[in-house]
Nanobody
Framework: VQLQASGGGLVQAGGSLRLSCAAS????????MGWYRQVPGKQRELVAD???????NYGDSVKGRFTISRDNAKNTVYLQMDALKPEDTAVYYC?????????????WGQGTQVTVSS
């Protein structure tokens, strides 16, 4: 399974960006999907995750500003980021939990840079 993320870039504070992440491969079933972010020197932080049924969970710092969604038919997860702040600057990583024969495996995307200028 491979994950391809896109949509990062440079934006001014108060602006918006939309990230996408598509899972591809053969004969796999995706369970949960989501996004983490990481700033150099800090631990990776949960941004949001979403179940196959659409149940979403958000990190405290992004609640009310970010919205996660997914298209199960396309195995794609989206992150709509509004009211961006300079502290949202980070590399954003998507992930997918894939159901295997006897367990679940996490797969990660390559990361996409989001930079918010003040």
């Amino acid at each position: 399974v491979q994950l391809q993320a896109s949509g990062g870039g440079l934006v001014q504070a108060g602006g918006s960006l939309r990230l996408s992440c598509a899972a591809s491969g053969s004969s796999f079933r995706v369970a949960g999907m989501g996004w983490y972010r990481q700033v150099p020197g800090k631990q990776r932080e949960l941004v949001a995750d979403i179940t196959t049924g659409g149940g979403a969970n958000y990190g405290d710092s992004v609640k009310g500003r970010f919205t996660i969604s997914r298209d199960n038919a396309k195995n794609t997860v989206y992150l709509q980021m509004d009211a961006l702040k300079p502290e949202d600057t980070a590399v954003y990583y998507c992930y997918a939990v894939v159901q295997g024969a006897s367990d679940y495996v996490h797969y990660w995307g390559q990361g996409t840079q989001v930079t918010v200028s003040s």
